[in-house]
């Protein structure tokens, strides 16, 4: 059964090694797109596979020259220890960080659950007061993310603007498409007019026809960003435009509980990675 998943789960996941999206991301670049490389795995509480992703975040940072990719890397918060420690955490974003910053290489830092944004936060302001290329991804679905959006903006944060793909409970997040929608246009509106160096990471088409208008009346830097394989047709629309456009690109062994999150995320999902995948695989 895994077997029969994983066929449809490449579509949207590099593969297991980062040999697999090193060669994804190269595919990517050499059509116009730039690449977001993200390890699969979270929610780390021993040492050895902490170690083993800051390992493998700097090998991917110096394999970006070596392919000849523009490429940034996304990382999650439990991936480097805080479920263990915030200062350790914090410790090996840093140590990540410096690599990258001597590279030229964009750090993104992933926003999981709802439990951890405080702290997530809080990581970002530090390290964003000493390192200029890092971001933050923020939910649309929650209450609050106007709002920190709003102060991240006062900062002139880099911010990367998700729906959000964790079940979180209704007194804290929006639980319709519709009222997610409405909280999505509202701070991208936001980021539109007072932001600046922000990703649009979404593969709604009403929003990103919204998002190509405000770029029309706006002088903004940002970018629009895309799962691996998902709406390719429209990535090539938006680059011939002249708009960035990026690529996000996970790989690793941990790829299931990934692609479950991502399905149940938004039933729309299901379509759309469907559709992809049909079009995909048209001879």
């Known amino acids: 059964m895994e077997k029969v998943l994983f066929r449809f789960?490449?579509?949207?996941?590099?593969?297991?090694?980062?040999?697999?999206?090193?060669?994804?991301?190269?595919?990517?670049?050499?059509?116009?797109?730039?690449?977001?490389?993200?390890?699969?795995?979270?929610?780390?509480?021993?040492?050895?596979?902490?170690?083993?992703?800051?390992?493998?975040?700097?090998?991917?940072?110096?394999?970006?020259r070596r392919w000849k990719i523009r490429g940034a890397i996304s990382i999650?918060?439990?991936?480097?220890?805080?479920?263990?420690?915030?200062?350790e955490c914090l410790k090996n974003f840093e140590d990540i960080i410096k690599t990258a910053t001597k590279s030229h290489v964009f750090v993104w830092i992933d926003m999981e659950s709802s439990e951890h944004t405080d702290e997530t936060l809080v990581m970002y302001y530090d390290l964003f007061s000493r390192y200029e290329r890092i971001g933050i991804a923020m939910q649309a679905n929650l209450k609050r993310t106007l709002n920190d959006v709003k102060d991240l903006i006062k900062h002139c944060a880099k911010i990367r603007l998700v729906k959000g793909a964790y079940k979180e409970d209704e007194e804290i997040a929006f639980t319709t498409k519709q009222d997610v929608d409405s909280n999505y246009e509202k701070i991208m509106r936001l980021l539109f007019e007072t932001g600046n160096e922000f990703g649009i990471a979404t593969h709604d088409a009403t929003l990103i026809n919204l998002a190509v208008k405000l770029a029309q009346e706006n002088d903004v830097k940002f970018e629009f960003q895309f799962l691996k394989g998902v709406r390719d047709e429209l990535k090539l629309k938006l680059v011939k435009q002249g708009f960035v456009v990026s690529d996000y690109i996970p790989y690793g062994t941990n790829w299931l509980p990934y692609s479950i999150r991502r399905l149940k995320e938004r039933k729309r999902n299901i379509l759309l990675l469907g559709n992809s995948f049909i079009q995909s695989h048209k001879v």
């Open 76 to 87: 999650k918060p439990t991936q480097l220890g805080q479920s263990i420690s915030h200062k």
């Open 9 to 64: 789960a490449k579509q949207w996941i590099a593969g297991s090694t980062l040999e697999d999206a090193l060669k994804s991301a190269k595919i990517a670049y050499d059509n116009g797109r730039h690449a977001i490389v993200n390890k699969l795995g979270e929610y780390h509480t021993e040492q050895k596979p902490i170690d083993e992703a800051i390992t493998e975040y700097n090998e991917i940072i110096n394999s970006f």
